[in-house]
């Protein structure tokens, strides 16, 4: 399982630059002018992980899989969106398809790139965006809930509880908070995610910084972290300029790059790491002399619900798994190493998988 990122922001701040960056392709125009991206990119990159390369070394893998994730490059918004202005419409429609949000936001002054506002101000310009998400979700449940009337009066209980939730939604939208702030029973997440309201999505800010400020952010990207932290949100702060210099070179080169930058590591990889940890995944993998592979699943994930990220048929027949965990493996250079120092377990249907398994499923067919 890999998760699908909507790239989102006011225009000329950095939206597609970054995105040409993580897909390294040149899919997406990046120009100075509003609307340069009007269908959605989507672009699929490698997720990177050190760990994948020590198992297949171990192995002897003649091949390396790693997981992937989705970023889509959704063109900008400005204010009005939520009534159709620029390609409001578009871009509403094209994030309400994507699990979480990257909100990328200018945090660099720069004379030749013009500001759709006017001006450079990172938190106006998240405040912007997400009252036009608020209102776009208030005039959302408002049409829902007046379609529903109909079958709640004719005793829907499934009607009833979709109303239910819709109107706690907008109990916190019409006190100026976003539906994720609203606090869900377990019972009521799956639900309540179906809803599939634009606010309810997680949020990560990327604080889009000059080239000088890549390793330590600035003042700009402090009071949006500052922000971040008010809402309970992920930030990460990005040179995308950097990155897209650094996508050109070739590997040998792009690590004396990021040192010379005062950096340890591409933005890429910081980026995904707290993608990860918004949206609660994880990493498993399965070794062998044909192939080492990644696997992403949720955190708690069971043992059958993670054979059936691989197939169907391993969760339907699901038998037991066979596990190690990634350190275990190493130090006992491989799977017999890990079983004479009795670290290798045999697990059933209970089993929680940890970030970092190696992992073996034995099915019915």
């Known amino acids: 399982m890999g998760f699908k990122m909507g790239i989102v922001g ?112 990172p938190v106006a310009d998240a405040e912007t965006i997400e009252t036009e998400l608020m209102l776009a979700d208030l005039e959302s449940i408002e049409r829902r809930r007046a379609n529903l009337a109909r ?39 799956r639900n309540w995610r179906l809803l599939q309201l634009l606010t309810a999505k997680p949020v990560l800010y990327v604080c889009n910084v000059e080239e000088a400020s890549a390793a330590n952010g600035n003042s700009q990207s402090a009071r949006v972290a500052q922000m971040a932290a008010q809402q309970g949100a992920g930030v990460v702060v990005i040179s995308a300029r950097i990155e897209e210099e650094l996508a050109q070179l070739p590997p040998e080169d792009a690590g004396v790059f990021l040192e010379e930058m005062g950096l340890h590591e591409a933005g890429l990889d910081r980026l995904i790491r707290a993608g990860y940890e918004l949206l609660g995944l994880q990493t498993y993998f399965t070794v062998g002399p044909k192939e080492a592979r990644a696997w992403t699943i949720q955190k708690g994930t069971l043992a059958p619900q993670a054979a059936g990220v691989i197939h169907g048929d391993f969760e339907k027949g699901f038998i037991r798994a066979e596990t190690v965990a990634f350190d275990d493996y190493v130090a006992g250079k491989g799977e017999a190493g890990a079983k004479e120092a009795g670290k290798f377990r045999v697990e059933g249907k209970t089993y929680e998988v940890k970030d970092g398994d190696v992992l073996h499923f034995l099915f019915n067919a």
């Open 10 to 121: 006011l225009p000329n701040v950095g939206k597609s630059t970054l995105f040409n960056a993580l897909t390294r392709t040149a899919a997406a125009q990046a120009a100075n002018f509003p609307f340069c991206t009007i269908e959605p990119n989507v672009g699929e990159v490698a997720v990177p992980d050190a760990r994948l390369d020590v198992l297949a070394g171990i192995a002897g893998s003649k091949q390396i899989i790693p997981t992937r994730m989705t970023f889509v490059d959704i063109a900008g918004l400005v204010r009005g969106a939520s009534k159709g202005e620029g390609l409001g419409n578009q871009f509403l429609a094209n994030i309400r398809e994507c699990d979480a949000i990257a909100h990328v936001l200018r945090c660099f002054e720069d004379g030749d790139i013009t500001h759709v506002e006017g001006r450079i101000d």
């Open 151 to 189: 079958k709640i009066k004719g005793g829907d209980k499934e009607a009833v509880e979709q109303d239910r939730l819709l109107t706690l939604a907008e109990k916190a939208l019409a006190e100026g908070k976003p539906a994720r702030s609203v606090k869900v029973a377990e019972d009521d997440a």
